[in-house]
Structures are given as structure tokens and as C-alpha cells.
């Protein structure tokens, strides 16, 4: 079998429209000349990709990747990002001596997604599904703080932390919070980011105040960071 033929023609040309389109806006003279289709079968198939999002058009016409592309491309880079979390919680936490956690935005929340739980002492626990605060914590404010001014703006009505706060953490790429969430517990954040740069994922450490002090980030920011950039690596591999 041809590698480029899986036997299924109308799913062969669907394929090669989509292909085709990775490189940029296609006409549909463009696109029968880029995939060899017959003019009427490419036209069929590109509009019923439209129907189906995978395909839009620009302002002139052409022929675009549609939404549905990206939508399915985070799904499968969420599904990624989670395989990759559990070892590099699991180190984080060993190198810190403290509960280690990965959040994801879901609206006016932020959702655990996966968590390396401190094998012993006074723990700081978050179960996987968790959904807790925007308006607090460290992993809320780098959820936060690389989103556009409107939704910044609107993100901090209520926040206890603030707009200075988020500048600080875009500037130095980490976030720390004392007693920010809950009294006596404090926390610290870096962004894991997709391919295409957006924020998608904060790693975070908490504990106890009395364990990582009023300025948490002075210890424990590095082996935080260099966690959120090796899960940003993994997750810009082919």
C-alpha cells in the first residue's frame, strides 16, 4: 500500500486537502492544482470539511484550516501534557520535598489535573479533579497573567493578589503566594506552554507556610520553572 493511500479514497483526499492547507490559504483552483483532485470532488470535500469546522474561509475566500484543527490539536496536547505530568511531578516533588500539582483552566476556575502528593508529614493534599479559585494562589495568577488585558482586567475584580503582582510574574516567569488560598499554606507556579506559546498549564509546589517561609519562590522557583519548560518541550516535539 502506497504510504500516502490508506485504501480509503475520500478519506485520502479529505487528508490531502487538510495537508495542503497547513501551508497557508488555498483557492480552490489552488488547491485541485496542490492535491491533483478533480475540481468538483475537491470542492465537495473542501465545503463538507467546513461543515465540519476542520475547514474555513478568509476574507477573500480561500480556503483556511478551520477551528476544529486546533481544537482537536490541544485536545491531543492535553492528552500529551497529562502522560508527561505524572514523572515530572513526581520529580518536582522529590526535589523540593513538597506536593507538587498541575492546573488547567476551566472557565472562572482552575482544575488539578494531576498531583505527586508528599509521601510524609503535614501535607498541603489537592485531588486530581479538584476545582478550585481563580482569585487566589499561585497557579491562578500565572493561569492569569499572560492572557489579554481585557480578560486580566476582568480576571482581577475580587483577586487578592494584583496587577503589579502579575506584571512581576510575567517579568521574572514565576509566581509565589503565602497565604494567598488558604491561610498557613503557600505556594509556587511557572506556565507550561503550547506550541504556539499560550499559557495552557500552571506546575505548581504548596506546603506549609512554616515549611517554605514567606518568600518560597527564593528556594524553591528554579526546580519549579525547569519542571513548566521540560513539560513546554515535551510538548512542542513531534
Not at 13 to 37: D, M, N, R
Not at 52 to 60: G, I, K
Not at 65 to 77: F, M, N, T
Request: aromatic share 2%; net charge positive.
Amino acid at each position: 500500500m502506497n504510504r500516502n493511500n490508506s485504501g480509503v479514497g475520500v478519506l485520502d483526499k479529505a487528508v490531502a486537502i487538510l495537508s495542503t492547507l497547513e501551508a497557508g490559504p488555498h483557492s480552490l483552483a489552488e488547491l485541485v492544482a496542490a492535491t491533483g483532485i478533480a475540481r468538483p470532488t475537491a470542492h465537495r470535500l473542501a465545503v463538507a470539511l467546513e461543515f465540519h469546522r476542520l475547514v474555513a474561509r478568509d476574507l477573500t475566500g480561500r480556503f483556511v484550516l478551520g477551528p476544529r484543527s486546533g481544537e482537536l490539536g490541544a485536545a491531543a496536547g492535553e492528552d500529551r501534557l497529562l502522560a508527561a505530568a505524572a514523572p515530572a511531578l513526581s520529580a518536582l516533588r522529590d526535589a523540593t520535598g513538597e506536593s507538587a500539582q498541575l492546573y488547567r483552566r476551566q472557565g472562572d476556575l482552575r482544575i488539578c489535573v494531576a498531583v505527586a502528593e508528599r509521601l510524609s508529614g503535614l501535607r498541603d493534599s489537592v485531588p486530581v479533579g479538584a476545582a478550585l479559585t481563580m482569585q487566589a494562589g499561585s497557579a491562578a495568577q500565572i493561569l492569569l497573567a499572560w492572557e489579554d488585558s481585557e480578560k486580566i482586567h476582568r480576571g482581577l475584580t475580587n483577586a487578592r493578589f494584583t496587577a503589579a503582582q502579575l506584571s512581576a510574574d510575567r517579568r521574572r516567569g514565576w509566581a509565589q503566594s503565602v497565604g494567598e488560598r488558604e491561610a498557613g499554606v503557600a505556594s509556587v507556579s511557572a506556565p507550561v506552554r503550547a506550541p504556539n506559546g499560550k499559557v495552557i498549564a500552571a506546575v505548581s509546589i504548596s506546603g506549609p507556610i512554616e515549611r517554605l517561609g514567606r518568600q518560597p519562590g527564593r528556594i524553591h522557583a528554579a526546580a519549579v520553572v525547569a519542571t513548566a519548560a521540560r513539560l513546554t518541550e515535551y510538548l512542542t516535539r513531534e
